[in-house]
């Protein structure tokens, strides 16, 4: 017995050392893994710092910047932080090999650089090194090239997406068939948000809600009711089994290191096979009582939403909720065609050669470091060499033209923000920018500014938008046929397309009876589309300044400076007005906002025309106080002389915007600077807003008229507009110039001869020449003044004199 148990009590004290070993040398492994995540950790953050901060890392940040940039592009250098981030946190956070972690990193990083240079180049062989470097690097070049000679080009995208994709899946250790799950459940329920009771103290979405309980197992955002479902799961077995979604199953690390030893892309999962298939069961079970919790919150939000509908006052207006209209409404321009932009990337390395080929015959230096291709512009970015002056370049802009073989050219030096030269040349194919593609792409509805439009595109493929309210006022000019009418059509749709008829009203001016016609009937407008210049004249001087000076009237009656701190007010005295009708039941009446005016004048010119005087010192007047009321002002026109936008209106309007136009002195007056003329129409602009140390060059967004009437037929269908009778009542101005040219013909004494002939009843030539001491010729004239203007009657032959009427 002795024997036996003195065997047993070695045999134990054996398994107690060798676990203990284990456990020592676990722990080194542990930290050992800790520490390789750490130097990745460090190196992405070292890399992020030169990438960022280039002159701020020494002679090593230096080398590893231009030797990654070389291999894997300016791209490649831009993503290799975050390529060193993933496998630091999968070291720390997962059981994969640091082995595999290396080889299907740099398989995907390899992968990315290949897949840029074929998105971007076909045949990449001949590009220069700047092109090179934004095509994927050497490494992205030389494995396309070679990938596209085995496969073809669309084999190349296949062969290295799938490769991209399956290394991604085995880095970040995410399942597959979770992810399209969890995909599917946010689409079905994207538009859903959970409301909770507080005692739960949850508003968590549904996103966070299905992410959670797919990826990471968590019953934090189910309901008791679901998480008891879910605990006491449905038993196949005869053993009660407890679901525990924290925990693994621990076994002896011994017993599995032989396991483990026969791949070194294996996991250590800590389950058996039989484990496995009940886990399945488990999670599958788990996303049904998701569903049908989720399911069930909605029901009790519905009915939460009828509850608070039938606990709602009886306002004495009854208001229709309004809905705007859908992007769905606006056609979406052409996907993105690869081969034009092929195309016009040999071009643009022909042009290069060409331009660093020209200036060197005029004993210019200069070199071509970067090349920009934009919808309808591809600017040349150059270096010039030591001791070039810019004058040297700028004055050589046709003789560049010639060489490129090109309509005309626009130099920009310096550039904004660059120690670089901008040559910008006409693209072979224009790319045609349509409103919808655009507000997809953007935050258009996200942002809360009312008067927000979407005006374009840059060279670089910024998009522009102009809030409305901040320029306070814009100018337009544009030749016709440039894109002016285009223009003004996107800012109202823009503006159409996000705020409703009680946010934005519109007062529109259309001389032109052709334009502006298209918005008759929307509920937005003021009063129907004005198209008589003397009309149109008088309502800007008798109902817009009395409208402005109104609601500087009412600002001051409540204490506030503008329309948004008024609007604040009214809000404010509505909630209160709503909590003591709730207290007493009764029927309350609700102050109404004031909504913003914009005031579209489609040809200033001919309000010109008719009233220069009454037009101009009304629109500066307007220009001057009418940004506190709510009130702005889109003025477009076809000849910006300065007869037409004089001084006054300049100095009031400080946003331009100017299409093509025929001669540098129009450039001159609407933008203060010469280049609207080297414009190449069908939409491109230089955008100058207010502050503006440069005007930006943009191709503006293209709005057919069928999109327009797609959206006013939309609007239509909501209801009609509500017309001020005071702006439909107005009585027209009359011609001023008129009254001045007849003012100017009459005689001095016509008022002194006037007043004569009505006091003796009676006038003769004769008699006006005694009077008014003048000769025969001046008394005859004024005899027809008289007769013309009604004073006296006709001439007769047989009686000298004539009586008065």
């Known amino acids: 017995m002795t024997r036996v148990n003195s065997k047993k009590n070695k045999s134990e004290k054996t398994k107690n050392k060798s676990s203990k070993i284990w456990m020592h040398s676990h722990n080194n492994r542990k930290i050992i893994r800790e520490l390789k995540g750490m130097i990745f950790f460090v190196l992405a953050i070292f890399m992020f710092i030169t990438y960022y901060y280039p002159n701020t890392t020494g002679y090593v940040g230096t080398f590893l910047l231009k030797t990654i940039s070389y291999l894997f592009g300016e791209k ?42 074929s998105l971007v180049y076909q045949s990449p062989m001949h590009l220069s090194w700047p092109l090179v470097s934004q095509a994927g690097g050497v490494v992205g070049v030389m494995g396309g090239y070679f990938l596209n000679k085995l496969i073809g080009y669309n084999g190349t995208l296949v062969v290295i997406f799938s490769i991209f994709i399956i290394c991604s899946i085995i880095v970040f250790g995410i399942s597959f068939q979770r992810l399209i799950t969890s995909v599917i459940y946010m689409l079905k329920f994207s538009e859903i948000r959970i409301k909770k009771d507080s005692k739960n103290n ?76 009940e886990e399945t069961e488990i999670e599958e079970y788990e996303e049904e009582v998701i569903v049908d919790d ?81 919808p309808s512009i591809t600017r040349f970015e150059l270096q010039p060499g030591d001791g070039v002056k810019i004058s040297k370049i700028t004055s050589l802009s046709k003789d560049i033209a010639l060489k490129l073989a090109a309509p005309d050219i626009r130099i920009e030096a310096p550039i904004p923000g660059k120690s670089l030269i901008g040559i910008e040349v006409p693209n072979m194919n224009v790319d045609m920018v349509s409103m919808g593609s655009i507000i997809k792409a953007t935050d258009f509805y996200e942002q809360k500014a009312p008067l927000l439009s979407v005006i374009g595109v840059t060279i670089t493929g910024d998009t522009i938008l102009m809030d409305l309210s901040k320029m306070p006022h814009v100018l337009i000019a544009g030749a016709t046929g440039s894109g002016k009418s285009v223009c003004i059509n996107a800012i109202i749709v823009s503006i159409l397309m996000k705020s409703s008829p009680e946010e934005v009203k519109f007062l529109m001016i259309d ?43 009412e600002f001051s009656t409540v204490g506030v400076k503008d329309i948004i701190g008024y ?96 001669s540098q ?87 002194e001869a006037k007043e004569l002939v009505i006091n003796a009843k009676y006038a003769s030539t004769s008699y006006l020449q005694r009077k008014l001491r003048i000769g025969y010729n001046r008394a005859a004239r004024i005899m027809d003044e008289l007769e013309s203007q009604g004073v ?11 009586n008065t009427k």
């Open 76 to 117: 490649g250098a831009y993503a290799f932080p975050i390529f060193l981030l993933i496998p630091g946190f999968s070291i720390l956070f997962t059981v994969i090999k640091v082995r595999t972690l290396l080889l299907c990193g740099s398989a995907c990083f390899i992968s990315y650089s290949i897949l840029i240079e």
């Open 511 to 553: 001389p032109k009876k052709v334009e502006l016609i298209l918005y008759e009937g929307i509920p937005n407008l003021l009063a129907p589309v004005v198209t008589n210049p003397h009309k149109a004249a008088a309502t800007l001087k008798k109902w817009a300044l009395i409208e402005m000076e109104r609601r500087y009237e």
């Open 567 to 662: 609007n604040n007010y009214v809000e404010k005295k509505n909630n209160e007005a709503v909590k003591k009708g709730k207290e007493s039941e009764e029927s309350i009446d609700l102050l109404k906002k004031l909504p913003r005016i914009v005031v579209v004048i489609d040809e200033l010119a001919d309000l010109m025309m008719v009233a220069a005087q009454d037009v101009e010192s009304t629109i500066c007047r307007l220009a001057q106080m009418a940004r506190a009321t709510g009130i702005h002002l889109v003025i477009a026109t076809q000849r910006p002389s300065v007869n037409v936008v004089t001084g006054l209106i300049k100095a009031n309007v400080p946003s331009r915007i100017s299409f093509f136009l025929q």
């Open 202 to 277: 949850s508003n968590a979405s549904i996103f966070k809600k299905v992410i959670i309980a797919l990826f990471f197992n968590k019953t934090k955002y189910l309901s008791s009711s679901r998480k008891e479902k879910l605990i006491n799961l449905p038993n196949k077995k005869d053993d009660d089994i407890v679901f525990e979604p924290f925990q693994l199953e621990y076994k002896d690390p011994i017993q599995e290191s032989e396991s483990k030893k026969s791949s070194d892309m294996s996991f250590e999962l800590g389950e058996s096979l039989e484990d496995d298939t």
């Open 665 to 751: 002195i129009d450039s001159r007056t609407i933008l203060d600077m010469p280049g609207a003329e080297k414009l190449m129409g069908k939409g491109d602009m230089l955008y100058s807003p207010v502050g503006a140390f440069k005007p930006k060059r943009v191709q503006g967004i293209f709005v057919s008229e069928d999109e327009v009437k797609s959206v006013v037929s939309f609007l239509k269908k909501q209801g009609g507009p509500n017309y001020i009778d005071e702006i439909i009542n107005v009585e027209p101005i009359e011609d001023t110039k008129e009254k001045s040219k007849e003012k100017s013909n009459q005689d001095a004494l016509f008022d």
């Open 294 to 374: 989720i399911v069930e919150d909605i029901v009790d939000d519905k009915e939460v939403k009828e509850k608070e509908q039938k606990q709602t006052l009886n306002v004495s207006e009854n208001k229709v909720e309004f809905k705007l209209p859908a992007v769905s409404l606006l056609k979406e321009g052409k996907p993105f065609s690869i081969k034009n932009r092929r195309n016009q990337n040999k071009v643009n390395n022909q042009r290069s050669t060409i331009l660093e080929e020209a200036l060197i015959s005029f004993n210019v230096a200069a070199k071509v470091v970067n090349v920009v291709s934009g």
């Open 792 to 802: 006296i009657n006709e001439h007769n032959l047989n009686r000298p004199t004539r």
